[in-house]
Structure formats: C-alpha cells, structure tokens
C-alpha cells in the first residue's frame, strides 16, 4: 500500500455530503423556504397588530378624554350643589333659631 493511498471508506470523510445529507438538502431548503415565508408572514401580521393596536390605543384615549371630560363637569355640579345645600342649611338654622 502507498503512503498517500487512503482507504476505501475515507471516501465518504473527505466529501461533506454523503449519501444520507444529499437526501436532506432538498428538505433544508424547503424548511429554509418555508420559514422564510412565515418570517415574512409574521412581520406583515406585525405592522397589521401595531397598526390594530395603534387603532384601538387612539379610541381608548378618545374615550378617556370623554370620561375625564364628562368627570370634570360632573364635579362642578356638585360643588354647586354642595354650596346650595350648604346655603340651605344656613338659612334652615337660621330660621330654626328665630322661631326658638
């Protein structure tokens, strides 16, 4: 036998693609392509969920502003009230202690 002669089976060593990974090549670039596909897939729903999210965000904030709105004069109503009825209450006492 050679000093430079290599066995039969090292064949298979000094090639990276042996017989068993020829057969999985056309898988991988199937999975390669098909991921790529939901990666895009994904990213489109991305921007279609912020631009939902944005959408809904705005009508929660428009809401709020009404909420806060509707809050404010709420609470002036009853501060006039309070004061009327304090006023009320005043003149309740003070034509209470004339008539004692």
């Known amino acids: ?3 430079n002669s290599a066995p039969s089976n090292s064949v298979s060593q000094k090639h ?3 017989s068993h990974n020829i057969r999985l090549i056309p898988t991988l670039n199937r999975w390669r392509r098909l991921n790529k596909k939901k990666k895009k897939k994904m ?3 991305g ?3 912020t631009n939902e999210m944005e959408m809904k965000n705005l009508k929660l904030f428009m ?3 009404s909420i806060i709105k509707e809050n404010e004069r709420l609470r002036n109503k009853a501060l006039l009230l309070h004061q009327e009825n304090l006023t009320l209450l005043a003149q309740l006492q003070h034509n209470f202690s004339i008539n004692n």
């Open 1 to 3: 036998m050679c000093i």
């Open 16 to 18: 990276p693609y042996n």
């Open 43 to 45: 990213a489109k729903m």
């Open 47 to 49: 921007i279609e969920k």
């Open 63 to 65: 809401e709020n502003q």
